[in-house]
């Protein structure tokens, strides 16, 4: 174990070769397909990113490579311990669709087998919440948003509609009037149940609710049904803004959980990088008296957001205790992408036709019009 900044580190990091890992490939070939689409202006490089998401795709459904890359191995599993693979084998083929236009990962992202093993259609809470282990919300809406702009039909649209009907379904139990989830008194969605490092999760429900509402807006669909209810996507953006201005600082703490952002903001966060102050030479072990240092970060890390407080809306800015202080990855990409999707800046709603590039035609295109008629 060490505390010393990355570009200090000089003892061996061995990388580790898995001969089996269908959650992983499943996820790095969703990254590298979803990528391609973002580059198709750069036609060679976005098919070099579909070269190999449709390389990586393959091992991830090789038939006996079927185990959990984390099973068993002693510097994954209590960390980032995979549950499940068959949410990544959707996320993935869903974005290869996109990338490529080849029906056959539509055809296999819609197979009644692969939503059943993947639980897609279950109502347990944890299903509900989009995370680094969990990628069915994210799936089964990137699906919805097929059924609602292309409407594919026959085979796909059974399975489709579930997934769509599933979506709507996840967006009712983030609403406060439900009561799926706990709240904070403060107002914070609770999707970990297990204390603190609520922030990331919630960041991913208003990501994935305000996309929802967009996709309704952009096809002049004025809501939803939760039950029997119906209701307007305005209630998606309410949900979505509330929680990025709880993170930002509306919070019993009247902080923000940003770093950088506002007047007060956590000065102890877990991060090697930020709390080593500079010209010092610490070996690993050494470095962690700069853990225990209760002196404030001599560096912040400016935009990361912490893991945020506990149930009690208490935080307590301490960077021994990761599960408040630490900044991750996962949470972040959460957060930026809630407040891609919230902002005016760009333009509200998203565009509904540049994603679907590379899909060919449906349906064969109609005939041109006769000529005039000359009498």
């Avoid at 992983?24 to 590298?32: F, K, S, T």
């Avoid at 750069?42 to 579909?50: C, M, P, Q, T």
């Avoid at 709507?168 to 204390?195: A, E, P, W």
């Avoid at 630490?326 to 891609?340: H, I, R």
Wanted: proline share 8%; net charge negative; aromatic share 14%.
């Amino acid at each position: 174990m060490c505390w010393t900044r990355p570009e200090d580190i000089h003892e061996p990091r061995p990388a580790q070769i898995a001969s089996s890992a269908p959650e992983l490939a499943g996820e790095i070939a969703a990254a590298l397909a979803a990528a391609s689409v973002v580059f198709l202006d750069d036609a060679d490089y976005s098919r070099k990113l579909v070269r190999g998401a449709r390389t990586v795709f393959e091992f991830a459904r090789a038939e006996g490579r079927s185990s959990s890359y984390s099973l068993g191995n002693p510097t994954i599993e209590p960390y980032y311990n995979s549950t499940d693979y068959h949410d990544e084998l959707i996320w993935g083929s869903a974005w290869l669709f996109y990338a490529t236009g080849d029906y056959d990962y539509l055809s296999y992202a819609t197979t009644d087998k692969l939503a059943e093993d993947a639980n897609a259609f279950q109502r347990t809470p944890r299903l509900r919440v989009l995370s680094w282990d969990n990628k069915l919300p994210a799936a089964m809406l990137l699906l919805t948003r097929m059924r609602l702009f292309l409407s594919p039909g026959y085979p796909y649209e059974e399975t489709l509609t579930r997934y769509h009907v599933a979506t709507g379904l996840t967006m009712c139990s983030y609403l406060d009037r439900y009561s799926f989830f706990n709240r904070t008194k403060g107002g914070l969605i609770q999707l970990n149940h297990v204390g603190a490092r609520d922030l990331g999760l919630a960041a991913n429900a208003a990501f994935v609710a305000s996309v929802f509402a967009d996709y309704l807006n952009a096809t002049a669909a004025p809501g939803w049904y939760c039950g029997g209810d119906f209701l307007r996507t305005d209630v998606l953006k309410q949900f979505a803004t509330s929680q990025m201005e709880y993170i930002l600082g509306a919070n019993p703490m009247n902080t923000s959980y940003v770093v950088g952002y506002g007047a007060k903001f956590p000065r102890h966060v877990y991060h090697r990088g930020a709390s080593i102050p500079p010209n010092t030479n610490d070996s690993c072990r050494e470095g962690f008296r700069w853990l225990y240092a209760e002196t404030p970060n001599p560096n912040n890390i400016t935009g990361a957001m912490v893991g945020g407080p506990d149930r009690f809306d208490k935080f307590q800015d301490v960077r021994s205790n990761f599960s408040y202080t630490e900044p991750s990855l996962a949470a972040n990409a959460g957060l930026v992408a809630a407040l891609v999707s919230l902002t005016s800046s760009g333009g509200f709603g998203v565009e509904k036709n540049a994603i679907f590039s590379s899909v060919p035609p449906l349906y064969p295109n109609s005939p041109p019009p006769p000529p005039p008629w000359k009498p």
